[in-house]
């Protein structure tokens, strides 16, 4: 079974920085894309930021580019999510996802979400 554990929550005054970690591990073998999700109060889970396997490419949501930046260790699956300017908006439960690819199948699996609250 995999786990994903997030760390790195907090509470931030609007124009601070902070820095989510993110690890999966519990299973040998295959290849873990790795991403960041947020949901507000209220609000649907929207997507954030996202890297491949091999660290070569990221994905950003439109509202995060040029503030929010996504970088792993591979030597290990841990990814990091540097939030920078952060605004009131970003105020929400970060959840990671790690995609494990394994042959042809692929597998979701989440962590529990970390609180970020930012105050203006």
């Known amino acids: 079974q995999v786990q994903v554990v997030e760390s790195g929550g907090g509470l931030v005054q609007a124009g601070n920085s902070l820095r989510l970690s993110c690890s999966a591990f519990?299973?040998?073998?295959?290849?873990?894309?790795m991403g960041w999700f947020r949901q507000a109060s209220g609000k649907e889970r929207e997507f954030v930021a996202a890297?491949?396997?091999?660290?070569?490419?990221?994905y950003y949501a439109d509202s995060v580019k040029g503030r929010f930046t996504i970088s792993r260790e591979n030597a290990g699956n841990t990814v990091s999510l540097q939030m920078n300017s952060l605004k009131p908006e970003d105020t929400a439960v970060y959840y990671c996802?790690?995609?494990?690819?394994?042959?042809?199948?692929?597998?979701?699996?989440w962590g529990q979400g970390t609180q970020v609250t930012v105050s203006s």
């Open positions: 519990g299973r040998a073998g295959g290849t873990y894309g």
């Open positions: 890297i491949t396997w091999d660290g070569v490419k990221t």
């Open positions: 996802n790690a995609e494990l690819v394994l042959g042809l199948k692929t597998t979701n699996y």
